[in-house]
């Protein structure tokens, strides 16, 4: 599929996906949404994309929505681009595969939330987080008020959302918004490694990690603990889970199919 305003490519089993609008700091309009969609839709189905890693070119991951368009926009058609872009944010957060966040700039707004979709973020010391929204007359609209806050906390998520401020990547890191921090130089090695990483262990557990947590997190104890037993139980009766285990045993590495 060809696009405009991002660039993807695979490497050895990674997806690498670039949002491309430097000249607007990468913003994202209705445009750069439904390419996003378009392409984790097919990276979902694509059985030779193990990872993914998600950044933006220049020097910012995402500056935020486009405000000029929004500007222009009534509430039905502001509406229809919030959602719009919960689908993606939504599909990120959902896909089995694991989606690193490299922050390399500016992650503001729909910056910060497409960041906070993604499983891991991995920011340059020189990436700057925010909500900015309410400076603006509205409030995060691609699911910031939800993420944030089970990411950081209520307290720390009202007070970042409801003063507009922006923070540093060492603040970030130092709440919890950002999970590991690089020099500049080191961003892309750093996600491309820890991709790697997370690849070489199984597939179907990987996959079936991420959905026990994302789908047990609001649940209580019992039930969460209920849906861990029969993602469990979906892990184990695999053909990885002999595969490691026997190669465990054997003192060997695994060669895991995803089967």
């Known amino acids: 599929m060809v696009y405009n305003c991002i660039k993807f490519e695979k490497q050895d089993g990674i997806a690498l ?16 949404l439904q390419e996003l969609l378009d392409c984790f839709t097919a990276i979902a189905q694509d059985d030779d994309v193990k990872a993914v890693v998600l950044t933006g070119e220049g ?10 368009a929004m500007s222009k926009m009534n509430p039905v058609e502001g509406r229809a681009m ?21 922050v390399n700039g500016f992650a ?5 939330e497409l960041s906070m979709a993604c ?24 699911g910031g008020t939800q993420r944030l806050s089970r990411l950081v906390g209520k307290g720390m998520a009202k007070y970042l959302i409801m003063s507009a401020e922006n923070i540093k990547a060492d603040e970030a890191f130092r709440i919890g918004l950002v999970e590991k921090l690089v020099e500049p130089e080191e ?21 079936l990690a991420k ?6 997190y609001d649940l209580d104890m019992k039930s969460a603990g209920q849906l861990e037993i029969e993602t469990f ?14 190669a465990f045993l054997e003192k060997r590495p695994a060669e895991f199919h995803n089967k």
């Open 17 to 32: 996906v670039k949002i491309n609008r430097p000249e607007a700091l990468n913003a994202l309009n209705t445009q750069v």
């Open 108 to 112: 503001l707004g729909g910056g910060c």
């Open 82 to 102: 919030m959602s719009l872009g919960h689908k993606v944010m939504n599909l990120i957060e959902d896909i089995e595969k694991p989606v690193i966040a490299a």
């Open 187 to 207: 961003l892309m090695d750093t996600a491309f490694a820890l991709a790697k990483k997370i690849m070489s262990n199984g597939p179907i557990a990987v996959g």
């Open 59 to 68: 020097r910012a991951f995402v500056a935020g929505a486009d405000i000029a």
């Open 233 to 246: 139980t979906c892990a184990f009766g695999s053909e990885d889970k002999k595969e490691g285990m026997a």
């Open 119 to 142: 499983d891991i973020r991995v920011a340059s010391t020189k990436a700057l987080f925010g909500q900015p929204e309410v400076g603006l007359g509205i409030i995060p609209g691609f």
């Open 211 to 216: 959905k026990a947590i994302n789908m047990g």
